[in-house]
């Protein structure tokens, strides 16, 4: 079993910034993807950004691109997502999710599948306020 924790969500004026944590414990592995989901009230789970833990690579979602980043520290376990120029539309819960399928380590386009991600985080509530 991987458990994985969030931390750093919070209340943000629109257009400020927030680092997000995801701290991994548990039967981990260097052959997994790392993932940030978010959801808000009565919207399906979106996803933000996946990074490969072997190798570092990144990749997106449209609404996400250029604003936020995301990263590991191998050494700590742990995956970040920086995020900048907030608006009020980034409110929601944001998950961190893990997965070691082969499919979503080789294919770039199965990163983006929530079902394809076996751990999740409690989550952690993102506002960001007008």
Do not use: H
């Not at 959801?39 to 449209?62: C, H, L, M, S």
């Not at 250029?66 to 742990?78: E, L």
Request: aromatic residues 10%; contains cysteine; charged residues 20%.
């Amino acid at each position: 079993q991987v458990q994985l924790v969030e931390s750093g969500g919070g209340v943000v004026q629109a257009g400020g910034s927030l680092r997000l944590s995801c701290a991994a414990s548990g039967r981990t592995s260097s052959n997994v993807a790392m993932a940030w989901f978010r959801q808000a009230p009565e919207k399906e789970r979106e996803f933000v950004a996946a990074i490969t833990w072997n190798g570092g690579y990144t990749n997106y979602g449209d609404a996400m691109k250029g604003r936020f980043i995301i990263s590991r520290d191998i050494a700590k376990n742990m995956v970040y997502l920086k995020m900048s120029n907030l608006n009020p539309e980034d409110s929601a819960v944001y998950y961190c999710a893990a997965s070691g399928r082969s499919e979503v380590l080789t294919f770039v386009g199965r990163r983006s599948r929530a079902a394809l991600y076996e751990y999740w985080g409690q989550g952690t509530q993102v506002t960001v306020s007008s």
